[in-house]
Every structure is written in C-alpha cells, then in structure tokens.
C-alpha cells in the first residue's frame, strides 16, 4: 500500500484476471464474432469445445455460452460454494 497513487495504472487482480477475459471473450464472441479470438480463447483455457456446438451454429450466443459453461461450469462454482461457506456434518 502506498501513500500517492502510482503513475502506472494497476488493475485489481479480480479485474486483470476475470473481468478483463469475460469482457474480452463477450466483446470477441458475442458482440464482434472473430473465429481467429474465439480459438484463442479455447486454446488459451485449455479446454474441449466439440466441432457440432460450434460449427452448426451462426448465433454467437450458442458459441458464446459454449465457452463460458466449459470455462466456468455454473454447477461445480455453485457446489464448491456451498461445501466452503456450510459447516461440517460434524460441527453442525
């Protein structure tokens, strides 16, 4: 923590590392669908997108719900929320 503002413009870290990629992923998938930026991403996150889901597709909203659902599975986020904020069995 430093008294003056740096001169350098620092982002949060939850900024750099989650907002800045869902906004990149929405502004290159969703809104201004690039092919180039959408293959970027998946190779980028390591993850398995099958060919039907993104080829038979024109709407950028399937193609865009693809990567985030592989990216970040609501279900699991959901799940790993409870089992960290809820007591143990024994505890309760």
Same mark, same amino acid.
């Given at each position: &923590?430093?008294? !003056?503002?740096? #001169?350098?413009? =620092?982002?949060? %870290?939850?900024? $750099?590392? &989650?907002?800045?990629?869902?906004? +990149? &992923? ?12 959408f #293959?970027?991403? =998946? ?7 099958? +060919?039907? $889901? &993104? *080829?038979?597709? !024109?709407? @950028?909203? @399937?193609? %865009? ?8 599975? =609501? +279900?699991?986020?959901?799940? *790993? @929320? =409870?089992? !960290? ?8």
């Amino acid at each position: &923590i430093h008294k !003056k503002p740096s #001169k350098n413009h =620092i982002l949060p %870290m939850f900024v $750099e590392f &989650i907002l800045d990629p869902i906004w +990149s &992923i929405y502004n290159n998938v969703y809104l201004n669908y690039r092919s180039d930026e959408f #293959k970027r991403w =998946i190779k980028k996150l390591k993850i398995e997108i099958p +060919s039907r $889901e &993104i *080829d038979n597709h !024109k709407d @950028t909203k @399937t193609k %865009m719900i693809a990567l985030m659902s592989r990216w970040m599975s =609501i +279900s699991n986020a959901v799940l *790993d @929320t =409870i089992v !960290k904020q809820l007591p143990s069995p024994k505890e309760a």
